[in-house]
């Protein structure tokens, strides 16, 4: 049911326009069109939507999004027909952002992805529970970013194997590592474990050493490197 916002809304609204330019892929048209709805009332131009797989493809050819909002399983299989669009997506298509927007933990198939370049996302929907916070997240994507789910992140790093180089990290590392691949600054995570930027900077340069990951200025080329080297373990 839908409710008029209070009196001032039209100016938020219209002070937002121009926000990007998206598809939105999934097969449940409820979800399909929930999504459209939250996306055009928070300044989105939703210029495509797709039910499956090879609709998304030809959405995204007609129109260049700015951002394409996927799910991973679409028809006809209902398995990773979605995911495999989003490659293509980045191989022909590489200035488009991309989200995958899942019910289900697929972190095998979709790292390849994740490591591909910037502007790529994973996020699980049942996680998508503040309508701003999942606004800030697109906008990450469409920025630049590459952002990984924090639950998605504590999967991979709990994956534990015989000489696994994440075993050298400490635990405050680990935590450090995960907010990194969310996406966050230095500044975010020093807020998120109430300790200094300058503490966190340390953290980091442990982190990378270990890893023999380079350091670089930029915060999503930095958790690029660290999903590249999780996808090479």
Same mark, same amino acid.
């Given at each position: 049911? *839908? ?6 809304? =039209? ?15 999934? =097969? ?29 493809? /030809?959405?995204? #050819?007609? /129109? @260049?999004? =700015?951002?394409?909002?996927? =799910? ?5 299989? /209902?398995? *990773? ?20 927007? #899942? ?12 490591? #591909? ?85 340390? /953290?980091?340069? @442990? ?6 990951? #380079? ?19």
């Amino acid at each position: 049911m *839908t409710t008029r916002a209070r009196d001032g809304s =039209d100016a938020d609204e219209q002070a937002h326009r121009g926000r990007g330019r998206v598809v939105v892929a999934d =097969d449940d048209v409820l979800v399909r069109e929930g999504v459209t709805s939250l996306l055009q009332r928070s300044g989105f131009e939703v210029v495509g939507q797709a039910g499956d797989a090879t609709e998304l493809l /030809h959405q995204v #050819s007609d /129109h @260049h999004p =700015d951002l394409a909002i996927v =799910d991973i399983r679409m028809p006809p299989t /209902h398995a *990773t027909e979605g995911l495999a669009a989003a490659y293509r997506i980045r191989r022909e298509f590489p200035k488009v952002g991309i989200v995958l927007l #899942s019910a289900y933990v697929q972190l095998k198939d979709a790292i390849e992805l994740l490591a #591909s370049g910037e502007g790529v996302g994973y996020l699980l929907k049942a996680r998508v529970t503040d309508v701003n916070e999942f606004i800030q997240f697109l906008e990450r994507i469409m920025g630049g970013g590459s952002i990984v789910d924090a639950s998605l992140v504590k999967e991979l790093l709990g994956a534990q194997r015989k000489n696994d180089p994440l075993a050298a990290l400490s635990n405050r590392e680990r935590e450090v590592l995960a907010l990194m691949a969310e996406g966050r600054s230095n500044a975010g995570i020093a807020r998120a474990l109430w300790v200094t930027e300058t503490t966190i900077q340390k /953290h980091i340069q @442990h982190i990378l050493t270990k890893l023999s990951l #380079s350091a670089g200025p930029d915060d999503h080329r930095r958790v690029l490197a660290v999903l590249t080297w999780l996808k090479a373990r």
